[in-house]
């Protein structure tokens, strides 16, 4: 009903900045929660950021003063600004939307299939 794709990601240098995108599409009602998520080989599914419906973010401390995470109603699309990116930053990117679509009045979960973020020289 409601598919997530995610855009973006790629090879930058230490110091960098690279920005991500989260293009929601089908049989969308609203969103509410728009979240990113990253997973480096090895290690646990990691929150990354947050923007709620009526605007109000939340970051993890790892990435608080150089992410920036933002939406287009309009383009039912979400944004994770990424800076003074570091190797410790290189994770497969997963944005997860909180849905009401136009058939139920339930509030899903959907997730994309994540982008590739690798920071190095």
């Known amino acids: 009903q409601v598919q997530l794709v995610e855009s973006g990601g790629g090879l930058v240098q230490p110091g960098g900045s690279l920005r991500l995108s989260c293009a929601a599409s089908?049989?969308?009602?609203?969103?509410?929660?728009m979240d990113w998520y990253r997973q480096a080989p090895g290690k646990e599914r990691e929150f990354v950021a947050r923007?709620?419906?009526?605007?109000?973010?939340d970051y993890a401390d790892s990435v608080k003063g150089r992410f920036a995470i933002s939406r287009d109603n309009a383009k039912n699309t979400a944004y994770l600004q990424m800076g003074s990116l570091t190797p410790e930053d290189t994770d497969v990117y997963r944005c997860?939307?909180?849905?009401?679509?136009?058939?139920?009045?339930?509030?899903?979960?959907?997730w994309g299939q994540g982008t590739l973020v690798t920071v190095s020289p």
């Open positions: 923007v709620t419906s009526g605007g109000r973010t």
């Open positions: 089908g049989s969308i009602f609203s969103i509410y929660d």
């Open positions: 997860k939307f909180l849905v009401k679509t136009t058939t139920t009045d339930r509030a899903l979960e959907v």
